[in-house]
């Protein structure tokens, strides 16, 4: 695991925002544990600030824009990919208006600056989003389709097509995001000619140009077009007689599929945690990236703390006779059977529940559920686990409740439930005194959660 992320100091950009025209100054300020990201429009008398995530997504039509109220800000998914690329997790940006600087269309200047003032580490640990199931999503009318995998790290692969004899099939991949700076960062957004007009008719890119796009001209207009197109767009006349990149070279060979991988993480950085999981995307864009992540913040809502992760070929931290070590408990009262993870203020225990357990055979005979009070008492072990274990001589302490608090059971436990719970001591002991929330996962929901207050004493 790893602790969450700020930058070291505040650093400035400045530059010409994409639809707007105005020249805009985006100011990132270092921000506390758990904070999140979080932007501030300084140029509005109340200096509103909304959270960066995908519930204030409100229009994907060349960028993403997120609202809260009256107050909108767009254009944000290149910083917000950059800082995920970088294991930010608390920032503060500040801008002056509607949107956010273009700069070159990429994420390349973001990434220097974040370089220059470097990022570092906090206390608090930081908290992921663990892909456990296949999820897919498409959109039909376009036949874009994002699915994600389950994995133990990051990765994206991303696959683009136009009917257009410049830019046809384009694919390209991430492994690391280590290799986000050489791979993906200085890709630029693209636009064909033929979407100018549209585009300018809805009052959008009114900054655009040559320097902050790669221009893609596949269908031939007659000059005249071309010319008037140019004075819309401020630019020196071009030639119209044959298709080509009007911006020049690439940076890569496939720069605008590597751009649109730079999109899909800016967008699902709105889940509000790193993801741990491949990516596949084919014919991404803002609309299906930031639909993924409206659905995943869905399902973070549900449950207040993911399932850990189980994978029962793994050999636990602790094993039965380890646990028996810790724990004074015996059968038929101990109530956990190993511990697959132990952290500084986490425990996650394993129990697994048969139709043997002793109580099935007055809880209930012909109906056997496990009962609550053991579950809280299973939940209770595991955080005894996690106080004593970072004691020295742990067998001469014992833990003893002083208080439980919001006790609630979600769905009954049967034989044949393999039972997680996580135990989170939220603030240092003090006194002798543990205070935890416990939770136990039965097929990765919530079963049943409480809150406990517990005394760490030396035995006589």
Known sequence: ???????????????????????????????????????????LEAQPVMDALAENVTHTVRGTVLQK???????????????????????????????????????????????????????AEKDFYIVSKKIEYTLSES???????????????????????????????????????????????FVFVREIEPLLSL???????????IVIYDEVISQDKMDELCVKLHQKPIDASKPAYLSGDLNYANEPARHKLLDVIGDLSLIGK???????????????????????????KKQEVQCPVYDDTVAPILDINAVKKLLPHRWPFLLV?????????????????????????????????????LLVEAMAQTGGILVLHGLEEAERYSTYFLKIDNVKFRQKVV??????????????????????????????????EAEFMAQIVKNK
């Open 143 to 189: 036949g874009a389709k994002i699915t994600i995998l389950p994995d133990s790290e990051f990765s994206v692969d991303v696959h683009i097509g136009f009917k257009s004899p410049i830019l046809g099939n384009q694919f390209a991949s991430l492994d690391a995001l280590s290799d986000y700076k050489n791979e993906i960062s200085a890709a630029r957004t």
């Open 1 to 43: 695991m790893s602790n969450q992320r700020t930058i070291n100091q505040a650093f400035t950009l400045s530059g010409k925002g994409l639809h707007t025209g105005l020249d805009i100054v985006l100011m990132f300020n270092p921000a506390p544990e758990n904070h999140g990201i979080k932007i501030k429009r300084v140029d």
């Open 274 to 300: 790193p993801i741990k999981g491949k990516v596949i995307a084919r014919y991404p864009g803002h609309k299906i990236n930031t639909d993924v992540a409206k659905l995943i913040r869905k399902e973070i």
């Open 415 to 448: 034989p044949g439930d393999t039972i997680i719970f996580r135990l989170e001591m939220p603030e240092p002991m003090r006194r002798g005194c543990a205070i935890m929330k416990g939770f136990a996962f039965v097929g990765g929901k919530i079963v049943a």
């Open 203 to 213: 009052n959008l890119i009114k900054g655009g140009d040559l320097k902050n796009a």
């Open 69 to 123: 109220g009256d107050v909108q800000v767009s254009t944000v998914e290149h910083a917000l990919s950059a800082l995920y690329a970088y294991g930010v997790d608390n920032c503060l940006l500040e801008v002056n208006a509607p949107e956010f600087p273009i700069l070159d269309g990429s994420a390349k200047y973001y990434v220097a600056k974040i370089e220059e003032v470097g990022v570092v580490e906090q206390e």
């Open 337 to 373: 059977d190993k511990v697959i993870e132990i952290r500084k203020n986490i425990v996650v225990g394993v129990k697994n529940v048969t139709g043997n357990e002793t109580f099935f055979m007055g809880h209930f005979p012909d109906e056997p559920v496990m009962p609550g009070v």
